[in-house]
């Protein structure tokens, strides 16, 4: 079993709808949490990331951490085709330096 | 352009061949990071600096491959005797660190090998 598990999708969603992104994991000892997005042929960016449990907001992007559940999910509110990519879970214990990466989901968002 | 730049973006080669691979990390960056990603999965960790020592490396890193960072500023990965298997992007990754923190890895384009 691996340490952190993504749906691959793909996922297609109509332009303005709501997408739920989501990973699981199960080390516990897991105490950073991030997003990426990562575009055809191109690197991973930073979208979020999230310090423990609890919720983040950005803009269009909330990211939620449950650590009782070991789950993770990040949301798009208004998705634009823009948003088609493929989104990446990291997760990271803290004070060491090495990502381990959920599979990622592949977004498509239709205009 | 001050974010991390990998040369080249694309290489071919033949099974056997040696490659290797240049990472220029953001200036000020003291860690630096290589992963390998395979398609339709995440990046993998490979192996991980801090200024020019190598602190860890990775199972996947057989002895076929090595990294450097002379000076602490760019790095190389070298993969020696190449075979088909490792046809996939590697990428550089640099951060700023210091210990028990946070530190927002900031990955470049990567480096799309391919292995005939």
């Known amino acids: 079993q691996k340490e952190v598990e993504q749906d691959p999708g793909p996922l297609s969603v109509p332009e303005g709808a709501i997408v739920s992104l989501n990973c699981t994991y199960s080390?516990?000892?897991?105490?950073?949490f991030m997003w990426y997005r990562q575009y055809s042929r191109k690197g991973p960016e930073l979208l979020m990331y999230?310090?423990?449990?609890g919720n983040k907001e950005d803009g269009r992007f909330t990211a939620q951490v449950d650590k009782s559940s070991k789950y993770i999910s990040l949301f798009i509110r208004d998705s634009q085709p823009s948003d088609s990519a493929t989104y990446l879970c990291?997760?990271?214990?803290?004070?060491?330096?090495?990502?381990?990466f959920g599979t990622g989901t592949r977004l498509k968002v239709l205009a | 352009d001050t974010g991390v730049s990998q040369d080249p973006r694309h290489k071919i080669t033949k099974r056997g061949q040696n490659v290797t691979f240049r990472c220029d990390p953001i200036s000020e960056h003291n860690r630096l990071y290589w992963y390998r990603q395979t398609l339709g999965q995440g990046p993998e960790f490979l192996t991980y600096?801090?200024?020019?020592?190598?602190?860890?490396k990775s199972r996947l890193l057989s002895d076929r491959f090595s990294a450097e960072r002379p000076k602490g500023s760019f790095s190389t990965l070298e993969i020696q005797r190449t075979e088909q298997g490792d046809s996939a992007m590697y990428l550089c990754?640099?951060?700023?660190?210091?210990?028990?923190?946070?530190?927002?890895?900031?990955f470049g384009p990567g480096t799309r090998l391919t292995v005939l």
């Open positions: 999230t310090y423990s449990s």
């Open positions: 990754a640099s951060s700023l660190g210091g210990g028990g923190f946070y530190n927002e890895q900031f």
């Open positions: 990291a997760m990271s214990v803290s004070g060491t330096y090495k990502y381990i």
């Open positions: 600096f801090q200024n020019e020592a190598q602190l860890e």
């Open positions: 080390n516990s000892a897991f105490q950073y």
